[in-house]
């Protein structure tokens, strides 16, 4: 291979070095933009559990309150007892686990959302922590309330007051901001787990329509390893039953419904006939161009350049053209997800997981998590792409250089 | 072959289908002799030569050059004892577009193992025995046709070769020009001692060589 010499023809025959380079770049362009988007969407997909603290949220659907009086569970959060906590907590593959309680207060003159929190958990409402704007958070053993900020102006509700929540008493402590907090299992009303619980428990309305023992809750939220959260899924109902609801990141991912997130076979296809059409393009102005330079090749070979020479020759030149389409194609892509890196996608969050009574302001509308869509070339695609472009380069050139330089120098000199 | 010979091709012949090109040629070249094939337009000169340089096999004979038979070798061993034993010179000059004249000199020294100052150092020495000293980074495009031939002759010349083939090397140049290259091939012959195996159809311009070898129809005829 001659570096002189395969510089020279790339910058002669600029025409068709930038028609290749183009070419190829443009294809790789593609394949790098269709595959950051979909990640990006896969991103964007967790990022509603993400703000909760886990990969996965369980809940068990239930039957509808028959009374909207005290304490009740909406109907797409009811029971899971304590045992099948339990036997979730050990399934291989779950990293750890926060459970909360949800409960719909309806008192004579207000209607609450109440979350029984952990407060020695770092996975699940927890997160709440960083959202507190007033006050402080719950502490551990103490019987009071964080209110949610907006509620809080709505009703009057000012730091240090007592609410009275289904006869229970409970000091304000502190505000959070809800449209700092998580979108799922949003509540008006935060609890330390143990005083929901014995709300719950104490229910007569809540318990006829599920049973409900003291350390039962009916919110999981569990941090899993990532490649096993399909198998964990299946396990989950297989202890929850067939009502179990189950959301992880591919469930949201379904709920975006832009192609890129509709399936990874989309954007395999996608990138395949962005390749496809690299490679043809790369191989058409190849072809061509080795065509169009075969008495040159037959020059070569009457003064004395060996089979492999002419190939090493022709190979080095796609290589550094395909090379260089690669680093334009690389550049091409950041730009562009650069651009697109500013468009905002909405997550709808499913109202079962965070319902509010229907006929209370806002309860049936759809909740969004509305985030800019974190579209960027990874290192790894990045990396692949280049070699990509590379492999596409020995190939094309290795084939082509193979087919040309059969050809007898003769044979090659009468083209001219 | 005798022993000065180094070149012998015996009973040489081509045929591309029912046509046959050569008919059973044989003819000696010995060192540092300037021979010429001369005849008409489809004679068979050109491809006698192409049979005799390793450029093309011959469909009967043999070919010895350099005390090696040649039809046997295979594409690249046939390259190789080119690139170390022969000169070509083309009628259409046959050089790259895009490299310039020095480069084009240094075009058979490529594929070996020397530094790019090296092959420079002998491509201009060769381009300054050509008085193209001057020219040595032009394009061919930028060469006239007596220029394209020199930097052709020149390239011949690079790797030091036993025998230089040419064929019909002033048919794309004007009278004048193509005497001046035709000085130039004799110069070659007396002072660098290079056999030349020349193929024309201007016997004017054989006169220069030693031997005249005529041929019509594929066969050599005197």
């Given at each position: 291979m001659n570096l002189r010499y395969m510089m020279k023809e790339l910058y002669y025959r600029k025409r068709r070095t930038v028609t290749s380079i183009f070419g190829l770049a443009i294809g790789i362009a593609l394949l790098i933009v269709i595959n950051s988007l979909s990640l990006a969407y896969r991103q964007a997909s967790r990022v509603p559990l993400k703000e909760i603290g886990a990969d996965i949220t369980v809940q068990r659907s239930g039957d509808v309150p028959r009374e909207m009086a005290g304490a009740v569970f909406p109907c797409s959060a009811v029971t899971i007892r304590k045992e099948e906590v339990k036997k979730i907590q050990k399934l291989p593959g779950v990293k750890g686990m926060g459970t909360a309680l949800l409960l719909w207060v309806f008192d004579p003159n207000r209607a609450w959302i109440v979350l029984g929190i952990e407060g020695d958990n770092s996975i699940g409402p927890i997160i709440l922590r960083s959202s507190v704007t007033e006050g402080r958070f719950l502490e551990d053993g103490k019987p009071e309330a964080l209110v949610e900020q907006a509620y809080a102006r709505q009703f009057g509700i000012r730091l240090n007051d007592t609410i009275s929540v289904a006869g229970n008493k409970f000091p304000v402590v502190g505000f959070v901001d809800a449209s700092r907090a998580a979108k799922i299992a949003v509540a008006n009303v935060y609890l330390p787990l143990k005083e929901a619980e014995d709300l719950a428990a104490s229910s007569k309305e809540l318990q006829s329509?599920?049973?409900?023992?003291?350390?039962?809750?009916?919110?999981?939220?569990?941090?899993?390893?990532?490649?096993?959260?399909?198998?964990?899924?299946?396990?989950?109902?297989?202890?929850?039953?067939?009502?179990?609801?189950?959301?992880?990141?591919?469930?949201?991912l379904k709920l975006l419904g832009s192609l890129f997130a509709l399936s990874d076979k989309f954007t395999l296809a996608a990138s395949l006939i962005a390749i496809i059409i690299a490679v043809l393009i790369a191989f058409k102005t190849m072809a061509g161009n080795i065509a169009e330079r075969a008495s040159e090749i037959g020059i070569l070979k009457a003064v004395g350049w060996t089979n492999r020479n002419v190939v090493s020759q022709l190979m080095s030149e796609s290589v550094i053209q395909c090379f260089i389409a690669g680093i334009l194609g690389l550049t091409i892509a950041v730009v562009a997800s650069f651009g697109l890196s500013f468009m905002k996608v909405n997550i709808p969050i499913p109202w079962e997981m965070s319902p509010v009574p229907h006929f209370l302001p806002g309860g049936g509308d759809q909740i969004f998590k509305t985030l800019r869509l974190p579209v960027h070339v990874p290192w790894n695609l990045a990396f692949f792409a280049i070699l990509l472009s590379i492999i596409v380069g020995a190939m094309t050139g290795g084939l082509l250089g193979r087919h040309i330089a059969k050809i007898k120098p003769l044979e090659a000199l009468r083209y001219e | 072959m005798s022993k000065a010979a180094i070149l012998s091709g015996t009973d040489l012949s081509k045929r591309y289908g029912d046509l046959e090109v050569v008919r059973g040629v044989s003819l000696t070249v010995n060192a540092g002799e300037f021979v010429c094939l001369v005849g008409k337009s489809g004679s068979g000169k050109t491809t006698l030569l192409s049979l005799l340089s390793g450029l093309e096999k011959p469909t009967k004979g043999r070919v010895i050059l350099k005390g090696r038979e040649i039809n046997g070798a295979s594409e690249d061993e046939l390259a190789l004892f080119r690139r170390d034993n022969v000169g070509f010179i083309f009628q259409s000059f046959n050089l790259i577009p895009t490299l310039s004249a020095w480069e084009n000199v240094a075009l058979p020294l490529f594929p070996l193992k020397m530094t790019s100052e090296e092959r420079r150092r002998r491509a201009t020495e060769l381009l300054d025995k050509m008085e193209l000293g001057h020219r040595i980074e032009h394009l061919p495009s930028a060469l006239s046709g007596g220029e394209k031939q020199r930097v052709a002759i020149a390239r011949a010349l690079v790797n030091n070769p036993t025998i230089i083939f040419a064929d019909e090397p002033t048919g794309n140049l004007d009278s004048g020009t193509g005497e001046a290259i035709m000085g130039i091939l004799n110069r070659l012959h007396i002072e660098e001692k290079v056999a030349i195996l020349m193929v024309t159809h201007e016997l004017e311009l054989a006169k220069a060589a030693n031997r005249l070898i005529r041929m019509k129809d594929g066969e050599v005829v005197s």
């Open positions: 329509v599920s049973s409900y023992a003291s350390g039962d809750v009916n919110l999981l939220f569990i941090k899993a390893d990532e490649e096993k959260i399909t198998g964990l899924v299946a396990e989950m109902r297989g202890i929850l039953g067939s009502k179990a609801t189950v959301a992880t990141p591919d469930s949201f | -």
